[in-house]
T-cell receptor, first 113, second 113 residues
Framework: DSGVTQTPKHLITATGQRVTLRCSPR?????VYWYQQSLDQGLQFLIQ???????AKGNILERFSAQQFPDLHSELNLSSLELGDSALYFC????????????FGPGTRLTVL | QQQVKQSPQSLIVQKGGISIINCAYE??????FPWYQQFPGKGPALLIA?????SEKKEGRFTISFNKSAKQFSLHIMDSQPGDSATYFC????????????FGTGTRLLVSP
């Protein structure tokens, strides 16, 4: 158990809908990262937050957004969902932006029908 | 230049054999090379990592070999066990500022009994 929690575990929704994925980092970790894992693309970095502020963006679509709250939990919002958004979404945390390690949560499996 | 190329895509090894997974990179600014292990339904977990100032790191049955001049590194799993069956990702991190972790595409390892 990495100490990172993610909810929900599974999410099934329809195209065009909006969903919110939630992540609680390990106790004491200030950095949160979001990754998308699909079968053909491996682990793709989406976005990073550090202590409430956005620090880096990766391959995140404009339909997606995230935020980190004062209690350090983070939410990833996915809107106007398309079939191709079906994937595993992982949250990871680390103590700081300079930390080498990433502690991954169990993921949220999103299925868009 | 930010890519990490991983091979093979899948690997079948007999119990007791040696599993070898290879990765190559281009960006000489990378300074940290971790390997992650992912079991089905779980998030990736840090397995072992190496920095480029050493050529080899061993932890139990897992060894990373690092060739700085060739810009290649590999994971060796000695005495492979069925419990090692998982997907393995190599990664690389480095450069100034944001410490982005770039992942390889993953190798699905199956250790047959």
């Amino acid at each position: 158990d990495s100490g990172v929690t993610q909810t929900p575990k599974h999410l099934i929704t329809a195209t065009g809908q909006r969903v919110t994925l939630r992540c609680s980092p390990r106790s004491g970790d200030l950095s949160v990262y979001w990754y998308q894992q699909s079968l053909d693309q491996g682990l793709q970095f989406l976005i990073q937050y550090y202590n409430g502020e956005e620090r880096a963006k990766g391959n995140i679509l404009e339909r997606f957004s995230a935020q980190q709250f004062p209690d350090l939990h983070s939410e990833l919002n996915l809107s106007s969902l398309e079939l191709g958004d079906s994937a595993l979404y992982f949250c990871a945390s680390s103590p700081s932006t300079a930390s080498s390690g990433r502690f991954f949560g169990p993921g949220t499996r999103l299925t868009v029908l | 230049q930010q890519q990490v190329k991983q091979s093979p895509q899948s690997l079948i090894v007999q119990k007791g054999g040696i599993s070898i997974i290879n990765c190559a990179y281009e960006n000489t600014a990378f300074d940290y090379f971790p390997w992650y292990q992912q079991f089905p339904g779980k998030g990736p977990a840090l397995l072992i990592a190496i920095r480029p100032d050493v050529s080899e790191k061993k932890e139990g049955r897992f060894t990373i070999s690092f060739n700085k001049s060739a810009k290649q590194f590999s994971l060796h799993i000695m005495d492979s066990q069925p419990g090692d069956s998982a997907t393995y990702f190599c990664a690389a991190r480095g450069g100034t500022g944001f410490q982005k972790l770039v992942f390889g595409t993953g190798t699905r390892l199956l250790v047959s009994p």
